[in-house]
């Protein structure tokens, strides 16, 4: 399986007792409607199959999985802090009307006040927030995504309008 035929659930937090049992970490939000025959690791940028002997799903984003063959807490260390990923085939239907902030990877960014920033290259959920990651000025800049600075998005034409603080991307630029 490539990367573009996966999605990205979460990754393995740590391991658990000394029979192989791992705590995975999901980021992928509607994580209990995913059905966990196999995941695929990220081994070195080769997602390797591990079929899943038990998963016990935990309310807050987490979940203990074990995986057939590794029987023993040395079989997984290897999976420590990696990635995992379901196929596409797996992802669950959305329906039409629902938009994640994760949807705008990809869309163009505009500020009010400084115009084009650039393409979004990356939007990553942190425990209080969205952030988008933008080059701008040829410097990777990093900005929130919430209500008080969105301003617009256009879904047709794949742009987001933003009225970013005053001083927000100079943090940035000046060296």
Same mark, same amino acid.
């Given at each position: 399986?490539?990367?573009? *035929?996966?999605?990205? #659930?979460?990754?393995?937090?740590?391991?658990?007792?000394?029979?192989?049992?791992? =705590?995975?970490?999901?980021?992928? @939000?509607?994580?209990?409607?995913?059905?966990?025959?196999?995941?695929?690791?990220?081994?070195?940028?080769?997602?390797?199959?591990?079929?899943?002997?038990?998963?016990?799903?935990?309310?807050?984003?987490?979940?203990?999985?074990?995986?057939?063959?590794?029987?023993?807490?040395?079989?997984? =260390?290897?999976?420590?802090?990696?990635?995992?990923?379901?196929?596409?085939? =797996?992802?669950?239907?959305?329906?039409?009307? *629902?938009?994640?902030?994760?949807?705008?990877?990809?869309?163009?960014?505009?500020?009010?006040?400084?115009?084009?920033?650039?393409? #979004?290259?990356?939007?990553?959920?942190?425990?209080? =927030?969205?952030?988008?990651?933008?080059?701008?000025? *040829?410097?990777?800049?990093?900005?929130?995504?919430?209500?008080?600075?969105?301003?617009?998005?256009? *879904?047709?034409?794949?742009?987001?309008?933003?009225?970013?603080?005053?001083?927000?991307? @100079?943090?940035?630029?000046?060296?």
């Amino acid at each position: 399986m490539k990367h573009e *035929e996966a999605f990205y #659930i979460g990754y393995v937090t740590k391991t658990r007792g000394l029979k192989g049992e791992v =705590q995975v970490f999901f980021e992928f @939000d509607d994580y209990e409607a995913l059905e966990f025959d196999v995941v695929y690791a990220d081994m070195n940028g080769k997602l390797v199959p591990y079929f899943v002997a038990s998963a016990k799903l935990q309310a807050n984003k987490t979940g203990y999985f074990n995986f057939d063959d590794t029987d023993h807490i040395d079989k997984v =260390q290897p999976l420590l802090k990696k990635k995992l990923y379901l196929p596409l085939t =797996q992802k669950p239907e959305r329906d039409e009307d *629902e938009f994640f902030y994760t949807d705008l990877k990809g869309f163009m960014a505009t500020d009010e006040t400084l115009g084009e920033l650039g393409e #979004i290259l990356e939007v990553n959920e942190y425990p209080q =927030q969205f952030v988008a990651t933008v080059l701008y000025k *040829e410097t990777e800049i990093l900005f929130p995504l919430n209500e008080d600075f969105i301003v617009e998005i256009d *879904e047709e034409e794949k742009i987001l309008t933003l009225d970013l603080p005053e001083g927000l991307l @100079d943090i940035y630029l000046e060296k």
